[in-house]
């Protein structure tokens, strides 16, 4: 079934470096755009970057510009998140997600990974 | 960017009985295809985000049809017309009409 599996969160030092990576399964992953989705510790849900199906295009959230990067690998199904320059604020359970029908609209995401945990502390 | 305000912020209900949210966005989320870009999700205890609605109104694949969604312009609602337990957790509205997309501060809903 369609899945997508979250990893490589970790407690990372105030401005160091992070990759995450989700990898897809059971469906056809570079014909979809991709989301990263973000959730501070008993916070609410802040939209992160989402990037084209090709990889063409990216846009990332103010609060993220100029030091994460999206990309993805269509080849090997998966796609990253590169966090440079970290800040504790950056802690949350970072999400991967698209919207697995055209209905729904590029940005209607219903399907979600589990989440991994970044905690960015000293 | 667009805001999204939901009220309230939380919502104790008797199971059987009606609960209803409302979300107010900055700007209207009708876009130029005739499409409304608001999405209703339920995030429930320890589990990532489900998506209820979608389209405004539309229920989404395997959603219970005491769900619905209303609205237009800027001016959304979320009903829920017999709460059950398994309704527990915390409701977000969300704009998928403009980058960035921005979600409502949540509504938490528990069991009274």
């Known amino acids: 079934q369609v899945q997508l599996a979250e990893s490589g969160g970790g407690v990372v030092r105030p401005g160091g470096s992070l990759r995450l990576s989700c990898a897809a399964s059971g469906f056809s992953f570079s014909s979809y755009g991709m989301h990263w989705v973000r959730q501070a510790p008993g916070k609410g849900l802040e939209w992160v970057t989402f990037?084209?199906?090709?990889?063409?295009?990216?846009n990332y959230a103010d609060s993220v510009k100029g030091r994460f990067t999206i990309s993805r690998d269509n080849s090997k199904k998966t796609l990253y998140l590169e966090m440079n320059s970290v800040r504790t604020e950056d802690t949350a359970v970072y999400y991967c997600a698209f919207a697995s029908g055209w209905y729904l609209g590029v940005n209607g995401m219903d399907v979600w990974g589990q989440g991994t945990t970044v905690t960015v502390s000293s | 960017d667009i805001v999204m305000t939901q009220t309230p912020l939380s919502l104790s209900v008797t199971p059987g009985q009606p609960a209803s949210i409302s979300c107010k966005s900055s700007q209207s989320l009708l876009h130029s295809d005739g499409k409304t870009y608001l999405y209703w999700y339920l995030q429930k205890p320890g589990q990532s985000p489900q998506l209820l609605i979608y389209?405004?109104?539309s229920r989404f694949s395997g959603v219970p049809n005491r769900f619905s969604g209303s609205g237009s312009g800027t001016d959304y609602t979320l009903k829920v017309s017999r709460v059950e337990a398994e309704d527990v957790g915390v409701y977000y509205c969300?704009?998928?009409?403009?980058?960035?997309?921005?979600f409502g501060q949540g509504t938490r809903l528990e069991i009274k």
């Open positions: 990037i084209h199906s090709d990889g063409s295009n990216e």
């Open positions: 969300m704009q998928g009409l403009h980058l960035p997309i921005t």
């Open positions: 389209e405004a109104s």
